[in-house]
């Protein structure tokens, strides 16, 4: 109940049919609470009239990508579901800009603890030879779309700081581009 009830916070399911998918989804996801959060995130971006549905459906088609990193992530996932909670990973990724991909990939690297606001825009402006008043903007999109998905939560006001889930981070070190 706590699973479903998570991912129609993003969504409501519109009919008993959606309401079905909706189930089996938090099912495949083994109700792990990260992966449930990030699906529902793409089920509120989603432009489908039965997104639940959709949902399920694409869970069942598995890419080698999702193949590969499921077993990267075995022991660190509910048992059986590590295919189609890399799946939900990869397809939030791989739907992201690259300012948000290219934070991801910084929290990658560094440590698991949250990233200060400002270290995030001086490194964006380091990196692709801007001045910090114009990397700071690259900075805030590259922040805002990865905690729009999910992928990323805010830890601090005192100074801003972000985190990303260590499951995200190692899926963006198995992640080629």
């Given amino acids: 109940d706590e699973a479903l009830e998570l991912l129609e916070k993003w969504r409501t399911t519109n009919?008993?049919?959606e309401k079905v998918a909706?189930?089996?989804?938090a099912t495949?996801?083994?109700?792990?609470?990260?992966?449930?959060d990030v699906a529902g995130s793409q089920l509120e971006r989603s432009v489908c009239s039965t997104p639940f549905i959709d949902f399920e459906r694409d869970l069942a088609d598995q890419t080698s990508d999702a193949l590969e990193l499921g077993k990267e992530l075995v022991g660190l996932l509910p048992t059986g579901h590590e295919v189609s909670i890399a799946k939900t990973f990869l397809v939030s990724?791989?739907?992201?800009?690259?300012?948000?991909?290219?934070?991801?990939r910084l929290a990658s690297?560094?440590?698991?603890?949250?990233?200060?606001?400002?270290?995030?825009?001086?490194?964006?402006?380091?990196?692709?030879?801007?001045?910090i008043t114009t990397?700071?903007?690259?900075?805030?999109?590259?922040i805002s779309l990865a905690t729009m998905q999910s992928l990323a939560k805010r830890e601090g006001d005192n100074p801003p700081?972000?985190?990303?889930?260590?499951?995200?981070?190692?899926?963006?070190?198995?992640?080629?581009?």
């Fill in 22 to 25: 909706a189930k089996k989804i």
């Fill in 93 to 104: 990724i791989n739907q992201m800009e690259e300012e948000g991909k290219d934070f991801l």
């Fill in 109 to 131: 690297v560094l440590a698991t603890a949250p990233i200060c606001g400002s270290l995030i825009s001086k490194i964006f402006s380091e990196v692709d030879g801007l001045t």
């Fill in 135 to 142: 990397g700071k903007p690259r900075a805030e999109k590259a």
């Fill in 28 to 36: 495949l996801l083994g109700y792990h609470p990260l992966a449930l």
């Fill in 15 to 17: 009919s008993p049919e």
């Fill in 161 to 177: 700081a972000w985190s990303v889930h260590p499951l995200i981070s190692r899926t963006m070190r198995f992640t080629p581009d």
